[in-house]
T-cell receptor, first 109, second 115 residues
């Protein structure tokens, strides 16, 4: 069993829809990261969080440490949000990331 | 400022040859990480460096893989006697510090194809 599980694997939405991507993990962590990978392959860090909730523009990330679960929400989705969204964790005090398999999001106009 | 840079961006090599991949981290970042992403698969950790501490090599898949870092700057990932299963995008990332408390900044990757 993977230490970081994401769902869904693939997601297709219409422009304007509210989107939720889920991430569950089975290890103790010091931080959880949400990353975005565009079709060209570049990876951008969206959020790093260890508790509560963070918001950047239309993106919101939440984490529940007790339940070992995080969600990434996108409000008013747009075709430019189409990308692979990756959940990753720092296990314990380790610096390296352990990754989920990613969620491929396609937003149709 | 300048981000993480990697070279070459693409590398095609014949099976059995050695390759060197280079990473230039963001200036001042003490931690440097190597990951790889095989086609259609998730990212895998390979090795990381933190300051002058011994590197964590626990993710290296075989003894054909090695990496070095000069101080807190450039790192080189070397793959000896390349195999077809080594074909992947090799990504480098750096962060200001360690212990999972810092955001990681990724380079554009080196796409390695072993023929």
């Amino acid at each position: 069993k993977n230490e970081v599980e994401q769902s869904p694997q693939n997601l297709t939405a219409q422009e304007g829809e509210f989107i939720t991507i889920n991430c569950s993990y089975s290890v103790g962590i010091s931080a959880l990261h949400w990353l975005q990978q565009h079709p060209g392959g570049g990876i951008v860090s969206l959020f790093m969080l260890s508790s509560g909730k963070k918001k950047h523009g239309r993106l919101i990330a939440t984490i529940n440490i007790q339940e070992k679960h995080s969600s990434l929400h996108i409000t008013a989705s747009h075709p430019r949000d189409s990308a692979v969204y990756i959940c990753a964790v720092n296990r314990g005090s380790q610096g390296n990331l352990i990754f989920g398999k990613g969620t491929k999001l396609s937003v149709k106009p | 400022g300048a981000g993480v840079s990697q070279s070459p961006s693409n590398k095609v090599t014949e099976k059995g040859k050695d390759v060197e991949l280079r990473c230039d981290p963001i200036s001042g970042h003490t931690a440097l990480y190597w990951y790889r992403q095989r086609l259609g698969q998730g990212l895998e950790f390979l090795i990381y460096f933190q300051g002058n501490s011994a590197p964590d090599k626990s993710g290296l898949p075989s003894d054909r893989f090695s990496a070095e870092r000069t101080g807190e700057s450039v790192s080189t990932l070397t793959i000896q006697r390349t195999q077809q299963e080594d074909s992947a995008v090799y990504l480098c990332a750096s962060s200001l510090g360690f212990l999972g408390l810092y955001e990681q900044y990724f380079g554009p990757g080196t796409r390695l194809t072993v023929t």
